[in-house]
């Protein structure tokens, strides 16, 4: 049976932002927003994923969600159980059990579907409604995602500040990475390379993930973020990344959590 080609839109991870309506006492009125879909027929599972910022200071939630997927492109969710939880704005205020209906929208192949509708919610304590607002994703693995830079320096990545970059230099534009997890507590990790994600959601593990990966030479720079997405009852996400360009191996000590991503620039020289 041939898959379900709006099903197969919908489904994967998106990426955007969702605002509320200006109200007074609100930890922030925009925040970034992530939404990673499975769809099984007309049913929708996955996990939401929010957070904003006051200088140091974060402000994060990500929940299980369940919904639907109809005819006409528009998918239904909710939030259903709280998965992780990060206050450090307003210990005082509580987090928004968020539901809300989203049209899917393809503009043609060469723009990247999206998905935007209204949301509402309520008060995880004590039931009342919370402000309401809107939501604009966009599929993430269609447009590559950009580091942002302050005075020259990348300073975040998505959500995420950025630690002071490494780099190491490497011989090819053909490399082979290995990935191991030195702490069995629950690390999850993502790795991004020159804007694209070349492995998504890993559960670290005392064994060696083995990826192929073919650096493009147009690229104006060749770097990997490691991306927490989710560390276990010792943060912060620690991992070793072995990257053998055929000639020789580097080995990295590399370390993320929910407030920092870790840059590595590839200095690639064929000569």
């Known amino acids: 049976m041939a898959a379900d080609p709006m099903a197969a839109l ?5 990426r955007g932002r969702l605002t509320q ?18 769809v099984e027929g007309n049913v929708v599972t996955g996990t939401s994923y929010s957070s904003a910022g006051q200088g140091r200071k974060r402000y994060a939630a ?19 159980k709280m998965l992780e939880y990060q206050n450090e704005v307003d210990p005082s205020t509580d987090y928004c059990l968020k539901k809300g209906r989203l049209k899917l929208v393809r503009p043609d192949e060469e723009v990247q579907c999206q998905l935007s509708g209204e949301w509402e919610g309520v008060d995880s304590q004590s039931g009342e409604p919370c402000v309401p607002g809107t939501i604009y994703l966009e599929k993430c693995q269609t447009r590559p995602i950009q580091l942002e830079y302050d005075k020259g320096r990348p300073t975040r990545f998505l959500d995420r500040r950025l630690k002071p970059s490494k780099s190491i230099k490497i011989r090819s534009y053909d490399l082979t990475l290995q990935v191991i997890g030195p702490d069995q507590d629950g690390d999850m990790i993502s790795i991004n390379c020159n804007g694209n994600w070349i492995l998504q959601r890993y559960n670290l593990r005392d064994t060696a993930k083995r990826l192929r990966l073919r ?10 973020v490691v991306f927490a997405e989710r560390h276990g009852a010792k943060p912060p996400a620690n991992l070793v990344l072995i990257i053998d360009d055929g000639l020789r191996e580097k080995r990295l000590n590399l370390s993320a959590n929910l407030e920092e991503s870790a840059l590595l620039y590839l200095e690639v020289d064929v000569k």
């Not at 919908?10 to 998106?14: L, Q, S």
Request: hydrophobic share 40%.
């Open 10 to 14: 919908v489904a994967g991870r998106w």
């Open 62 to 80: 990500r929940f299980a969600i369940e919904g639907q997927l109809d005819a006409q492109g528009y998918v239904s969710f909710r939030e259903t």
């Open 21 to 38: 309506h200006m109200d007074a006492g609100l930890v922030s009125t925009a925040y970034y927003f992530e939404l990673d879909l499975r």
């Open 215 to 224: 650096l493009v030479p147009q690229d104006e720079q060749q770097y990997l």
